[in-house]
């Protein structure tokens, strides 16, 4: 399977500690997004990386929240002192390039619950 | 900033019946536009999608066309059935630099009765 691929696919964590997610994107793609999708809501964006740079990074994404693609391959998300509010899917998706018709290809994404 | 608009579900429709999701977008200039479907427990995956004014985008018997004068991309089927059961996002793709980054609408659940 070439596809997007994330993991682990559940995160169960007590609030407080911290959690790390990895993305494998489709190896050509140079662009890689998170996104991050509560229940009965639409993803919401979180960042991006064009291969290794960290182009944009949402409001959404407080300083709890860091994320590194340091080869401009794999992709992690690193959420610390997690909170209840951080329970959501966390997707992962790659494109290649920057067009604007260029296709997203997501993950199945990470499915965190913080108690 | 861009932002997306689906009509509010859920929607349940009996198998075979005619289905409309309205969707209308704002966003500076003319993004690329896409319907994505969401299976339970699994990603999301490309339905289909349209590039410019007037493309009508169509796939597995779904179709929408990017109207720029109303600023919408309503998705269609004229015969849903069971396995049609999903819940659909409306997004639009930014245009560059950030091009790639989607804006997503809430999602409409379908369920298809039999």
């Known amino acids: 399977d070439t596809g997007v691929s994330q993991n682990p696919r559940h995160k169960i964590t007590k609030r407080g500690q911290n959690v790390t997610f990895r993305c494998d994107p489709i190896s050509e793609h140079n662009r890689l997004y998170w996104y991050r999708q509560t229940l009965g809501q639409g993803p919401e964006f979180l960042t991006y990386?064009?291969?290794?740079?960290?182009?944009?990074k949402s409001r959404l994404l407080s300083d709890r929240f860091s994320a590194e693609r340091p080869k401009g391959s794999f992709s992690t998300l690193e959420i610390q002192r997690t909170e209840q509010g951080d329970s959501a899917m966390y997707l992962c998706?790659?494109?290649?390039?920057?067009?604007?018709?260029?296709?997203?290809?997501f993950g199945q994404g990470t499915r965190l619950t913080v108690v | 900033g861009d932002s997306v608009t689906q009509m509010e579900g859920p929607v349940t429709l009996s198998e075979e019946a005619f289905l409309t999701i309205n969707c209308t977008y704002t966003a500076t200039g003319y993004p690329s536009l896409f319907w994505y479907v969401q299976y339970p427990g699994e990603g999301l995956q490309l339905l289909l999608k349209a590039t410019k004014a007037d493309d009508k985008g169509s796939n597995k018997g779904f179709e929408a066309t990017y109207r720029k004068e109303t600023t919408s991309f309503h998705l269609e089927k004229g015969s849903v059935q069971v396995s049609d059961s999903a819940v659909y996002f409306c997004a639009l793709s930014a245009l560059y630099p950030n091009a790639g980054k989607s804006t997503f609408g809430d999602g409409t659940t379908l369920t298809v009765k039999p």
């Open positions: 990386f064009q291969n290794e740079a960290q182009l944009e």
């Open positions: 998706a790659s494109s290649r390039g920057g067009q604007a018709n260029t296709e997203a290809f």
